[in-house]
């Protein structure tokens, strides 16, 4: 069954309609906030309950190389930060936002600046999977960094692409560390799964390939009939924590989370700060099953306060 229904469905075709602050006011739980320091409290707080974290800077499609610079000036600071504080931490970067759609060869410098710093500081650079539009483009940058030498940098796989199957095959010799989850842009039938039982399939065959062949493999869902297969193959793989962890997003399903970190698993939650978190709100919106019941409550509330006169 499909997470959402008919009226949500609804709903998230008109979220771009939907008033900015508003869309703030609902996406408040999955941001940290605005500056590198939310971020940090946000991190200490998880590592706290035992949780290790991925740190996303917010901005994406960027226009500029001045943006890109940027963005990746940004990543420099949370790398200190991260050293500075005694962090959990590694970070998550978006293509599109150090120069993809710009130049390849900006982008390159840029994520290899990004992800040499790191390496002087032990840390480890998630390459996020955009659109399908971008996906050869990222996973030859992801190639051709690991040919370099650079082993401090893994890349994500969407099971709702129908290359996925392909792609882990192709990336066996690598070893990589890839992030699997189910893909939220949308895409059209021919390159991608619609149904949503044909992408958890997709998932469990790629999970599975992956456990047998990747060299560490991060299980990024909220799924709980896919967390449940995780368990089974992690179980049947025979695998140790240092071979796979399970992944979230920061403010969806935290209980689920937890109930992983106390069977013995490792989790890390996906930790985005910034000023540039209108698309990424978007995206989480629409996902949630009880999108249209805030917003709806919401509106009424709002016209409740109008007759009210407040
Ligand atoms: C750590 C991490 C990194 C990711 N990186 C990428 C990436 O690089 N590229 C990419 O395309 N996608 C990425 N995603 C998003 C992913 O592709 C899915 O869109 C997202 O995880 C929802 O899919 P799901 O597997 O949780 O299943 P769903 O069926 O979508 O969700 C399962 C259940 O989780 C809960 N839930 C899910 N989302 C929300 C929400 N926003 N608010 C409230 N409840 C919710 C609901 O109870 C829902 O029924 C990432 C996800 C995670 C966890």
Redesign the pocket.
Known sequence: MP?LAIFDRAIVRMLPAVPRPLVQKLSERYIAGPELKDARETVRKLNAEGKVATIDVLGEEITTKDEAAAIVRAYLDVFADIEHCGLDSGVSVKLTALGLNLDYDICRANLRTVVEDAASRRNFVRI??EDSSTTDETLRLYRELREDGHDNVGV?L?ATLRRTIDDVAALADLQPSV?L?????VEPPQVAYQDFGEVRASYVRALDVLLATAGHVGI????EW?LDEGRRLVAEHGLGPDAYEF???LG??PDLGTGLVREGHRLRI?VPFGRHWYEYSLR?LQ???KLAGYIAADTLGRLIGRSNGV
């Open positions: 997470p996020d999977m994500v969407q992030r989850c189910k893909g939220i842009y990024a869902t909220h799924d896919l992944q979230m997003l969806v399903r996906y989480r996902e949630n099953p």
